[in-house]
């Protein structure tokens, strides 16, 4: 591992080395985005819209996991960059084991009391069925979701980027096969998909829980000594990624109660579009920082600077680079990606294009703020992050809703994440300089 992550590297190793992680990630997202695309195609754009009222409660599931997993990584990284071998053995194992316990138990609660959750998040009656059904099948799968995004985190932190990269793919090629088997030939409808989504990373889990039995494996499962202290650094760690998903959960509940108001289930379809489409696109940012991440942790804990020098100047140049090229490619290919979704005589088409086009210049800016909060998590300063974090996906969200939709309508919903991703940028820049030389942030 210390070979793999201190070693000299040039620009297109660099890329190299962090590749896995980002198709990883661009894959998942294009999978999820196939969920979409076989629901709206085949079920109907209601169902699609239903998708979209029930994103709270996953972004709650995956919020849990993407906390244990980034606070995690970065303190087990430590751990191993200071040669603690054991310790990062028993963290592991503790937080699998918490974690599995703890989604457990938010699957039931979540399962029993779905058709309440759905009309507090704002289902109407034309979309309760859909979201109820959907909901109580994402939420059986909890404990797998939780479980099976662990496995991808820490897999990366070992070291091992392409087994990560490997049982990534099979999850998804899984649930789309699924998806044209349940959806197309059964006919099962929207639960079809939520069933695909859940089997495919089931067996995805089933296969990388087999990587920590492997001789060349650092990371193994050992009973361990319970250090609640530990846990709770890791949460706190992690708590930036936390407050990501759940302040996204949250703005999409309000994101669709402004699109039901200005233009009624038509609304959240288009934004339930839009949302996929930003997914997809971002996700090129959220892979990079999550490889990235583990080489951070694991120099910074080494003290080995002139090797964190020289990551952070790589990803100076490729977080530039990308926002420029994913912004022209947004922009160019929006009718191509709406129609995706929807047939153009659509009053759903024209809302959800008009949307996208104002909605990527959010791209200029999203990947240098996925990147530092990610940066400060990386070196266990999950105060900053966090701040970070919530200023992005909440408090700037908030301040635009208050202002553009009532200028503008639907365009103003639109406008909400660009205003708010610029902003954040001012904030990045800010806690940048003023950890410079604590960190020794040579860019």
Not at 343 to 357: C, E, I, Q, V
Request: net charge neutral.
């Amino acid at each position: 591992m210390e070979n793999i992550f201190s070693k000299k590297l040039t620009f297109s190793q660099f890329l190299k080395f962090v590749m896995p992680a980002i198709i990883s990630m661009v894959f998942i997202s294009f999978y999820t985005i196939v969920d979409g695309i076989f629901v709206s195609n085949f079920v109907g754009s209601d169902a699609l819209a239903s998708i979209n009222i029930v994103l709270p409660l996953i972004n709650l599931v995956f919020g849990f996991a993407v906390m244990i997993g980034t606070g995690g990584s970065a303190v087990i990284a430590i751990k191993l960059g200071e040669k603690k071998i054991e310790e990062s053995k028993n963290t592991f194992s503790a937080l699998m084991i918490f974690s599995f316990v703890f989604s457990l138990i938010l699957g039931i609660i979540l399962c029993f009391f779905m058709k309440d959750i759905s009309y507090l998040l704002g289902a109407t009656d034309r979309l309760i069925d859909y979201s109820i059904t959907y909901g109580i099948i994402i939420a059986f799968f909890t404990p797998v979701f939780v479980i099976k995004s662990l496995v991808e985190f820490f897999i990366r932190t070992d070291g091992d980027f392409k087994f990560s990269l490997f049982i990534s793919i099979i999850g998804g090629v899984i649930n789309i096969v699924l998806d044209y088997v349940f959806i197309v030939i059964f006919g099962y409808g929207i639960g079809g998909a939520a069933l695909a989504t859940g089997l495919g990373a089931l067996i995805s889990l089933l296969i990388g829980l087999l990587y920590f039995r492997r001789e060349k494996s650092t990371l193994k499962f050992i009973k361990p000594k319970f250090d609640f202290k530990i846990i709770k650094d890791v949460c706190i760690n992690g708590s930036s990624e936390m407050v990501t998903e759940l302040s996204t959960g949250i703005t999409t509940l309000l994101f669709n109660y402004l699109a039901l108001k200005y233009a009624g289930e038509d609304g959240v379809a288009a934004l339930t579009i839009i949302l996929y489409a930003h997914f997809l696109l971002i996700s090129t940012y959220l892979g990079f920082s999550a490889g990235v991440s583990p080489i951070i942790s694991y120099n910074y804990g080494a003290r080995n600077y002139k090797k964190l020098k020289e990551v952070l100047k790589y990803s100076k140049y490729f977080l530039a680079f990308s926002s420029i090229f994913i912004f022209i490619f947004s922009i160019t290919f929006a009718k191509g990606i709406v129609q995706v979704f929807v047939d153009p005589s659509n009053n759903t088409y024209f809302l959800a294009l008009k949307g996208l086009y104002i909605f990527s210049f959010a791209f200029l800016a999203v990947g240098f703020n996925v990147f530092a909060s990610g940066l400060f998590t990386s070196l266990s300063n999950g105060k900053i992050s966090a701040i970070i974090s919530f200023a992005r996906a909440f408090l700037f969200v908030i301040i635009g809703a208050l202002i553009f939709p009532t200028l503008f309508e639907i365009d103003g919903l639109w406008l909400i994440v660009p205003f708010a991703e610029l902003l954040t940028l001012l904030i990045d820049i800010f806690f940048i300089k003023e950890y410079k030389d604590f960190y020794h942030l040579e860019f």
